[in-house]
């Protein structure tokens, strides 16, 4: 198996502008998971989805993001406008099902809002 | 505020010398998780623990999980600097809700 797929790894952007992460999880996992990362503020669950539903989005920062799970095998992560306090990597993670199996992560993407 | 902590944030050791960090939460956990992130890299799943006072072995690591279900250790005994990395643990809690702790960065000096 491939693992968890992310795209892109590295992403520069202008303030204000439209940002899209994706992520394929892995064939048979029901739960994916978006992570944010900083120095300042470690690993953050921003949301996940079980089975395509999202089940907790308590750690989304604000309605300038936004998650979506269209099939099994994809989901988005949307900032719209982003702004330089979004600069993080972002994972993407998924598991059998739920939070009480481990999860795999991918790669992450980095991105940096200048 | 944080409902999971980590202590310490930094370690330096010498190779050979033992590590331990240390997970602390405020209410009673499910269960605990164990990640290791290698610089630059992303966390890999290391081990669950489930049941009070349950102890896990894998090779020189130990990880324990308190009585209370409280706390979780992770124990490495004569470190390498293929140790080195980020230790994350994280506890769910009440509501599936999964928490994790800030993290304790090892540095092995060779």
């Known amino acids: 198996d491939a693992g968890v797929i992310q795209s892109p790894r590295h992403e520069v952007t202008e303030m204000g502008q439209e940002v899209t992460l994706r992520c394929k999880p892995i064939?048979?996992?029901?739960?994916l998971f978006w992570y944010r990362q900083t120095m300042m503020r470690g690993l953050e669950l921003l949301i996940y989805?079980?089975?395509?539903?999202?089940?907790?989005d308590s750690g989304m920062p604000e309605d300038r993001f936004s998650a979506k799970m269209p099939n099994a095998s994809f989901s988005t992560l949307k900032i719209q406008p982003s702004e330089p306090r979004d600069s993080a990597v972002y994972f993407c993670?998924?598991?059998?099902?739920?939070?009480?199996?481990?999860?795999?992560f991918g790669p992450g993407t980095r991105l940096t809002v200048t | 505020g944080q409902q999971v902590m980590q202590i310490p944030q930094y370690q330096h050791v010498q190779e050979g010398e033992d590590f331990t960090t240390y997970c602390n939460s405020s209410?009673?956990?499910?269960?605990i998780q164990w990640y290791k992130q290698r610089p630059g890299g992303h966390p890999v799943f290391l081990i669950q623990?489930?049941?009070?006072?349950e102890v896990k072995k894998q090779k020189r690591l130990t990880f324990q999980f308190g009585e209370a279900k409280k706390n979780s250790s992770l124990h490495i005994t004569a470190t390498q600097t293929t140790d080195v990395g980020t230790y994350f643990c994280?506890?769910?809690?009440?509501?599936?809700?999964?928490?994790f702790g800030g993290g304790t960065r090892l540095m092995v000096k060779p």
């Open positions: 993670a998924s598991s059998l099902g739920g939070v009480i199996y481990e999860q795999y």
């Open positions: 064939s048979g996992h029901n739960s």
């Open positions: 989805f079980n089975n395509n539903v999202p089940i907790d």
């Open positions: 209410t009673t956990l499910s269960n």
């Open positions: 623990l489930v049941k009070s006072g």
């Open positions: 994280a506890g769910l809690r009440a509501g599936n809700m999964l928490t």
